[in-house]
């Protein structure tokens, strides 16, 4: 069982920066690849970023790549580093944990934390 709890969301102007970390406790946490969502006002819920279990392995959606960096420490965080934000990267983001970065399954998910760029 892994549970995951997000910080660092916030109210920023457009082309500033944030970062959101992502904790997760259970004892296997290592097992599992990480990746972060988001889901804007009447959108649905899209992948942003993910992490492979070692950390060796990373993928960006297009719309981020060059300006977001996700990785994960040897404990139990996980960060997404978010640079020239826009205002449509306004969104509730979400941490999760899942068996294999590409697998496609997403089993564990935390309770999200806002970011909101103004224009």
């Known amino acids: 069982q892994v549970q995951l709890v997000e910080s660092g969301g916030g109210l920023v102007q457009a082309g500033g920066s944030l970062t959101l970390s992502c904790v997760a406790s259970?004892?296997?946490?290592?097992?599992?690849?990480m990746g972060w969502f988001r889901q804007a006002p009447g959108k649905d819920r899209e992948f942003v970023a993910g992490i492979s279990w070692s950390g060796g392995s990373t993928v960006l959606t297009n719309s981020v790549k060059g300006r977001f960096t996700i990785s994960r420490d040897n404990t139990k965080n996980t960060y997404l580093q978010m640079n020239s934000l826009k205002p449509e990267d306004t969104a509730v983001y979400y941490c999760?944990?899942?068996?294999?970065?590409?697998?496609?399954?997403?089993?564990?998910w935390g309770q999200g934390t806002q970011v909101t760029v103004s224009s």
């Open positions: 999760a944990a899942g068996p294999g970065l590409g697998q496609g399954r997403w089993d564990y």
């Open positions: 259970g004892r296997t946490f290592t097992r599992y690849a």
